[in-house]
């Protein structure tokens, strides 16, 4: 049975309501039965996590990561106009250059603020859209952040790297951001930004979605990003969500049999993700690598707004 969202699972789905389904896959079976075999060979290779909540990391949890599953985190949105168009986007369209907190708007930057504080996170992802469209703006957010927040917030910069030089870097860095979050996905796997990050950066962190097609340029991409001192790769469950369907419906993907009938959360997995980061998990495993891989599902999303809601409960009581 559905169950009401919650005003904690709305901030959590805001924006990501999705109109309909894409058609299901078939052979729901077979997957299940792979899926079930990679997953022996994980725990067998040593994986860590928590299989059930669709959350496996293969060395350790990203800083940023840590509070974000304690549902203690939040996205600060510095506006929704990107220079890109990727097809997974799950953004709200059309594009808004608007300040969101969590994807609920917000009239001001000190009213982003406050509502961080209220919500007493541990963590901060700046993103946009692509933030640093508007340089600005972020370095304005960052100044308020640490100004107003705990001094051990951390806070994670998102970005798809267009804009990344290495003034930019240092000065991101001097301003108090504490680690990067890079979409390669959204620049065709193009690393080169990766690398001049970590001439600045010590935490630098690959996130994106696990495109199943995408594979082996996935797998060969990992041993680069070992290579340069990643420490993490953070694999998203492709999903459906109002933003993107279309676009994946063009492609043809379908839903994954795993669907949404558990979930509170309004996207859906898209079919063929999740097993291809159960094949990059134990690719890392096997390879023994350096860097970190860390497998967030829809599960995981779930997962991250009941405990928010858990919190919410507490300190109203
Ligand atoms: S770069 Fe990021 S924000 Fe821009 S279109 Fe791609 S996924 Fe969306």
Request: with cysteine.
């Amino acid at each position: 049975m559905t169950q009401p969202l919650s005003e904690t699972f709305e901030r959590y789905a805001l924006g990501l309501a999705r109109k309909e389904s894409l058609p299901l896959e078939t052979h729901a079976e077979m997957t299940e039965r792979r899926k079930a075999k990679f997953l022996r060979a994980l725990k067998s290779h040593g994986i860590k996590g928590w299989p059930e909540r669709g959350t496996l990391y293969t060395q350790e949890l990203s800083q940023g990561c840590k509070p974000c599953l304690a549902g203690e985190a939040s996205h600060l949105s510095v506006t929704t106009l990107c220079n890109r168009d990727c097809f997974f986007c799950f953004n709200p369209k059309p594009r808004k250059d608007v300040l969101s907190v969590h994807g609920r708007e917000v009239a001001s930057l000190d009213e982003a603020i406050l509502s961080l504080k209220t919500l007493g996170v541990k963590s901060v992802g700046i993103g946009g859209g692509e933030p640093l469209l508007f340089p600005k703006r972020v370095f304005e957010v960052i100044a308020a952040l640490r100004k107003n927040l705990s001094p051990d917030l951390w806070i994670d910069l998102y970005t798809n790297a267009d804009r990344l030089t290495l003034p930019i870097l240092k000065e991101l860095k001097a301003a108090g951001v504490s680690g990067l979050r890079i979409d390669l996905a959204a620049r065709g796997y193009d690393a080169e930004p990766v690398r001049l990050a970590r001439e600045v950066f010590n935490d630098v962190e690959i996130e994106m979605p696990a495109i199943p097609e995408h594979k082996k340029v996935v797998r060969d991409l990992m041993h680069y990003l070992d290579e340069l001192g990643v420490k993490q790769l953070i694999l998203h469950e492709l999903f459906a969500s109002a933003a993107n369907i279309d676009s994946l419906k063009k492609r043809g993907y379908l839903a994954s049999s795993d669907g949404s009938h558990a979930f509170r959360l309004t996207w859906s997995p898209v079919a063929k993700s999740e097993e291809t980061v159960y094949g990059h998990l134990l690719y890392a495993l096997l390879h023994k690598f350096k860097m970190s891989v860390y497998y967030c599902s829809c599960r995981t999303q779930d997962w991250i707004a009941e405990n928010a809601l858990k919190n919410q409960k507490l300190s109203n009581d």
